[in-house]
């Protein structure tokens, strides 16, 4: 194990439908299912990784993407690390609402500084074959809001799944302030408060 | 205000077995609960569960936790862990519920908000889903700690300047799964008071701060309390107030009597308990904020307990260490409870923990506040935990095992017989004591799971440098724990012996060449370890503790400390009794060593000549053994020292007379009057009588009689014993000799003295002896004399006595009925005695059987003791017969002699004052008034209720003779117009009906001219005269009255 370890939050985004469950699945156990039910409010997985040198705790958290879900997934988005924001390349609607759940995302996150706050951003089911939403066309909505990566992902082919987490990992420890993020895992002080090393009576 | 008590210090083995869980990495917290162990790791990351109850711990699951865990506490009821977690520098308080379905990692974990109950969950998705979910809790204040009520999984939490209390909803989904929620029903006010600990248990919320405790309940209040101190707050909100008042009483007594010279604002040491802990200056207030709060506004919140300790107080310790810690509320059902189950009932004892580094107290909190125990500890105690069975107490170095009294206090709230001389416990202020020191090496933590006890070690890290140092291989820290074990399990303790610990470091740390580990002696081996040492089976401990308890015996038979330890292992017995979820196999086992308990503190009592021998009487009582049993237990080693202690005299004394033990053999019994011939001879008569001493060698108890008889005073209850004895073996030569020596006076007092002479209760039957048997036939008189002062000295009841003489004269001399000696004694009875109720039922009785008599006149050949003229003149309830009674029934009238007694008594009952003859008219009624007795009881009976007329009629119709000897006892004062308006004419008609040929009514007729021209004026007269009367035979009487009247 590594000298230090970080738990990093990252957050799954996107409209009902667009295979976050799916990406997370694939991800953190490398499976897929065709018939995955609805999530209902927000689930959460953990996986440890370790990119470039890092070893890293990812808590992936996959949200409801339907609107009548709205209140149960909100509270939960403060204290992101990252924020995967999803489509998918056969519906273009899925796509044209990505500036809305950006903006959901920044309000109910509470997000200081949105311009540099790590957004990354997943063209799910790539393995389709009519896709509504162009490389180009995504891509260039990412350039223009932010500069954001971008991954064309298939859940189902488990491709680009693993690198676009890790682009997530890079893109949070990139951040200056890193050091905020980190929860060293060997200085946790085991008492209520500091004692001095006085002998008892 | 501190009990400054010695602290017994025994070494016997509370802990059984120990195992080391098989963390990989250190863990930060520990919890336990639900029979798991909760490790944190990973940072505070990630939480381990571990299985408590399986050999090994294995691993139940690990989860990971959304932020780094600062606090961690599991509820048994719902079985869900909360923690305080930090994330990004933001607390959180949250709740892990269905964890254990996290037994796959890799299973998506729900989160939602408190409140946001998917109430369409199942219909969304076909089956309920088995997943563990995480309840976010939103505050307002920093959370600072939490508490959950082990009955109700209620959560509390303190906050920084309020306590917020969340009620636990649960909902049954399927056999497996079930939601939890929480509802936030109440915030605490406690302005300027941030709480260190809290705890919850039962409605009793207790929280500590650095040098302080307080405990409140919440509960309903009495509503007539509250309306006089309600009207001067309308403006504010109800529940703002309920203890608003509290500050300005609590302001006047912080400056009482006792603080007027010392104005130092240094907070004192303080206590105080119940209603007074209301003056203690910290105020509480209630804002209800669930959505039932309605039907809460009649809730309110009382003080229960309040301590302040002044931070200088304790030596040896510095100020800024002197800080509370470990508080902790444990309930206590008793057996007859359901406690915990189902349906949460309150528990019949709750009680406080907390702790200073020293000194540990354990309240009391349920009926009276009272402190139970004071625990003294040997060093500086990091953390305790209290248990129903101990207290376990972790120092830097040891771990540390003390007795408790949780189940001597919840006794005697189970039992009110304890503390008679039915049944017994130790008392709960008996002194606590250590049962083991254990040593450990660089304790941090503990926590406790039925009878697991959870300790965290680690080595003291004392240098940043160290801190950096990275995680150990994860073999390296096996083999040292291995080691370690091993030497522990030899008895060697790795710390206690310098070598050997630089041996167990340098072992496994020297191939880390980096690490250069410096040399002080004080300095602990770098390491750390999980352990769970299990607490050893009580009857395995009882057992030790007794046998512990032999050898103090065998050195010193009346040592205290034999006494103490058998109380202890008592107590521990009692503990595991009052557990309700204890197996019913191991019930019987342990209530069978409970037995056993009893009766070993009942031979050491019995051994005593302290004040507290006479204990040894409930505990042989509650041990089930019989007197034979215990006269075999307690008999001296060696015959030539017949000693035997007080308690068991005591016991055996008390036994003989209470009636009910079993009868005796001959040889035991022999042995009882051999031993209260040596240990209290005044006894000897008494303990002759008892019943079950029938098979008792007469003549050995003669001779030990004799004995008495000779070195002591005179004694009636010794001769009638003595005569007692001699008409069993038939010498009535001796018999005779003996009752002849006191006069029959004297006698009675003598049985007075032992009742058990002539009669002995066995369960509801009274059994006449044999001396009364032969006293029946020789010395009736006595026999009831002495029987009335038995009653009249409380010593038998009236049933008692009538179920006697029944049994006495059942041999059916008597053909049916009252027999005559019950009579005689109720006769006897109603003389002598003074209470009004046994003086009404006797009436009730007496006339009962005399009427019966009287109808029946079958009772023959029976000569009562007292004659109705004997009655008459010494008993207040006989009345002197009226004159014109014995005209109706002369002496000897036509009937035996035994019915005219019976006659005369009742007629006797009537006339006295006692009687109240409407009670017994039913009785009357199968009295044929045919014969001229039943007529005078009619007639008296109707002249007592003031029917005169009808008896005036009754008279003249059947015995005219008696109407001028009546009218002249009856017919006066206010009855005196009865003459002229019913006696006068009644005569006139009947005389005129008789055509004057009536001697008998011509004479009453003319009696009763002089009596009404006595009275009446001549106008009157002349009006009353009848038409057709003679003048001749009235003119007299005329001219009588009016010459009276002239003369006035």
Redesign the interface.
């Known amino acids: ?1 590594a ?1 230090k ?1 970080s ?1 990093l ?1 990252v957050i799954l985004l996107g409209d009902g439908g667009v295979g976050k469950s799916s990406l ?1 699945n694939r991800y ?2 490398n499976k897929f299912d065709t018939h995955l ?2 999530t ?7 996986k440890d990784v370790e990119v470039d040198g890092h070893m890293v ?1 990812l ?1 992936i ?2 949200t409801a993407g339907q609107e009548r879900f709205r ?2 997934r909100t ?2 988005y ?2 992101s690390d990252c924020c995967l924001l999803t489509f998918s390349v056969d519906d273009s609607q899925s796509f044209l609402n990505l500036g809305n759940w950006r903006k959901e995302f920044i309000y109910y996150a509470d997000v200081k500084e949105p311009e540099t706050f790590p957004f990354v951003v997943l063209g799910n089911k790539l393995d389709v074959t009519e896709r509504q939403v162009s490389t180009e066309e995504a891509q260039q909505w990412c350039q223009e809001n932010g500069n954001y990566s971008y991954y064309e992902t298939s859940a189902k082919d488990a491709t680009n799944v693993a690198s676009a987490f890790e682009e997530a990992v890079r893109r949070v420890l990139a951040m200056e302030d890193r050091a ?2 980190l ?10 408060k500091p ?4 002998t ?2 | 205000m501190v009990r400054r008590t010695m602290v017994h210090v025994y070494n016997s083995h509370p802990f059984a077995s120990q195992q080391i869980v098989p963390t990989e ?2 863990p ?2 520990v919890c336990c609960g639900g029979d798991a162990l909760f490790a944190v790791s ?5 939480i381990e569960a571990y299985q408590l109850r399986e050999e090994g711990c294995p691993l139940i699951c690990r ?2 936790t ?3 865990v600062r ?1 961690v506490v599991h509820s048994r009821v719902g079985d869900y862990l909360v923690t305080i977690e930090e ?4 607390t959180y308080l949250r709740a892990y519920t269905n964890w254990r379905y996290q037994a796959a ?9 408190l409140g ?1 109950f ?1 109430r369409s ?1 199942s219909t ?2 076909g089956d309920p889903k088995e ?1 563990m979910e995480i309840i ?1 809790i ?1 505050l307002f204040e920093l959370p600072q700690c939490m508490a959950c009520c082990p009955l109700t999984g209620d959560l509390l939490v303190g906050c920084s300047k309020n306590l917020v209390l969340f009620s636990l909803r649960q909902q049954t989904l399927s056999e497996h799964l079930s939601v939890l929620d929480f509802e936030r029903f109440l915030i605490l006010h406690v302005p300027s008071w941030t709480p ?1 600990q809290v705890a919850l248990c039962a409605g009793y919320v207790a929280l500590q701060a650095e040098l302080e405790v307080l405990v409140v309940k919440l509960e309903h209040l009495q509503p007539n309390q509250e309306p006089q101190e309600g009207q001067g707050h309308a403006l504010i909100p109800e529940d703002m107030v309920t203890l608003a008042d509290c500050q300005d009483s609590e302001a006047k007594a912080e400056v009482g009597p006792q603080d007027v010279d010392d104005f130092i604002m240094f907070p004192r040491h303080q206590e105080m308990l119940g209603e007074q802990a209301k003056a203690c200056g910290v105020s509480v207030s209630l804002e209800w904020t669930g959505l039932e709060s309605e039907t809460r506004k009649d809730m309110g919140v009382t003080y229960v307990l309040y301590r302040r300790f002044a931070p200088d107080f ?5 100020v ?2 002197t800080c509370l810690h470990s508080l902790q509320l444990y309930p206590m059902f008793t057996s007859q409870q359901e406690g915990g189950k189902e349906e949460p009932t309150e528990p019949a004892c709750v009680f406080c923990f907390f702790s200073l ?2 000194i540990g107290y354990m309240y009391s909190l349920k009926n009276a506040v009272e402190l139970i125990s004071a625990y003294q500890y040997p ?2 105690a990091l953390q305790a935990v209290l248990t129903a069975h101990f207290l376990h107490v972790i ?2 170095t040891t771990l540390q095992c003390f007795s408790v009294r949780c189940s001597a206090v919840a006794a005697r709230v189970e039992d009110p017989y304890i503390d008679t001389t039915m049944k017994a416990c130790p008392p709960y202020a008996m002194e606590v004591c250590a049962l083991r020191i254990q040593l450990f090496i660089g304790l ?2 503990l926590c406790q799971n039925r009878n697991h006890i959870v300790l ?1 070690t ?1 080595a ?1 890290v ?1 240098s940043k440098e160290e ?1 950096e ?3 150990r291989r994860s073999l390296e820290p096996k083999d040292f724990k291995t080691l370690t074990g091993f030497f522990q399990a030899v008895g060697i303790e790795p710390s206690s012996n310098t070598t050997l610990e630089n041996l167990l470091s340098r072992s496994f740390l020297s191939r880390k060449a980096s690490f250069v580990k410096p040399k002080e002696p004080s300095e602990k081996s770098h390491g750390w370890n999980l352990y769970v040492v299990n607490t050893m089976p009580t009857l395995t401990l009882y057992g030790e503790m007794v046998e512990y308890s032999k050898k103090y015996a065998l050195s010193d038979p009346f040592s205290l400390s034999c006494v103490h330890l058998l109380s202890e292992a008592h107590l521990l017995l009692r503990a595991s009794l009052l557990d309700p979820d204890l197996d019913p196999t191991e019930r019987s086992l342990i209530q069978q060593a409970f037995r056993e308990s009893c009766a070993q503190l009942g031979d050491c009592f019995s051994r005593l000549d302290k004040r507290d021998c006479h204990l040894a009487l409930p505990y042989y009582k509650m041990s089930g053994l019989s007197v034979t049993e215990v006269i075999e237990r307690n008999k001296p080693a060696t015959d030539s020292a017949l000693e035997y202690g007080k308690g068991f005299i005591f016991f055996l004394k008390h036994s003989l007379y209470e009636e009910s033990m079993e009868e005796l053999s001959e040889e035991t019994a022999d042995t009882v009057l051999n031993i209260f011939s040596m240990a209290e001879p005044a006894q000897l008569p008494h303990v002759v009588c008892s019943p079950f001493m029938q098979n008792a060698n007469p003549a050995f108890a003669l001779t030990h009689l004799g004995r008495l008889e000779a070195s002591s005073a005179p004694s009636v209850t010794l001769t009638l014993t003595k005569a007692a004895l001699a008409l069993r073996i038939g010498n009535m030569d001796l018999y005779k000799q003996q009752m002849d020596r006191h006069a029959e006076m004297l006698q009675v007092y003598g049985f007075i003295e032992e009742p058990k002479l002539l009669l002995q209760g066995r369960g509801k039957d009274v059994v006449p002896t044999a001396l009364a048997w032969y006293l029946r036939d020789t010395q009736d008189g006595l026999l009831v004399a002495a029987t009335v002062a038995l009653h009249e000295n409380n010593k038998v009841k009236l049933d008692e006595a009538d179920l006697f003489f029944q049994e006495l004269c059942k041999d059916g001399r008597e053909p049916k009925g009252c027999p005559q000696l019950l009579v005689d004694f109720w006769e006897s009875l109603l003389v002598a005695s003074s209470q009004d109720t046994v003086i009404q039922e006797l009436l009730f009785r007496l006339t009962s059987v005399y009427i019966d008599r009287i109808t029946h006149q079958d009772h023959l050949g029976m000569k009562s003791l007292k004659t109705a003229e004997d009655l008459i003149n010494s008993c207040s309830h006989y009345g002197v017969l009226y004159p014109w009674l014995s005209i109706l029934t002369p002496v000897q009238f036509n009937i035996t002699q035994d019915h005219q007694e019976d006659l005369q008594k009742l007629q006797s009952l009537l006339c006295g004052p006692t009687l109240d003859v409407s009670s017994i008219l039913p009785l009357l009624e199968q009295l044929s008034d045919a014969d001229d007795a039943g007529l005078s009881v009619h007639v008296l009976c109707a002249t007592k209720l003031g029917h005169h007329e009808s008896s005036i009629e009754q008279l003249l119709d059947r015995c005219p003779q008696a109407i001028i000897p009546f009218a002249n006892h009856e017919l006066q004062n206010d009855k005196m117009p009865l003459w002229w308006q019913k006696l006068f004419p009644e005569l006139c008609k009947r005389t005129r009906a008789a055509e004057g040929e009536n001697t008998v009514l011509l004479s009453a007729l003319k009696e009763t001219l002089v009596v009404v021209a006595m009275e009446l004026n001549p106008l009157e007269f002349l009006d009353l005269l009848p038409d057709d009367g003679t003048a001749h035979f009235f003119l007299p009487h005329l001219l009588e009255c009016s010459q009276r009247n002239l003369m006035i």
């Open positions: 194990m000298s370890s738990l939050k997370m953190v156990t039910f609805h209902i409010g927000v689930e959460f997985l953990n705790t808590q958290w996959d209140s149960l509270p939960f403060r204290g905020e993020h929860i060293p895992t060997d200085t946790v002080n085991l008492h209520r004692r001095s090393n006085t008892c009576c | 990495q250190e930060g917290l990973a940072g505070g990351c990630k989860f990971a959304m932020g780094a606090s994330k990004n520098q933001a990692e890799k299973t998506r974990i729900g989160v939602r908000l946001h998917l969950a969304l998705r997943q976010e939103p260190s304790f030596q040896g310790c510095s800024e260490d580094p020293n060093e500086k120092t830097k941090k933590a965290l680690a003291d004392e801190t140092r990275p995680v």
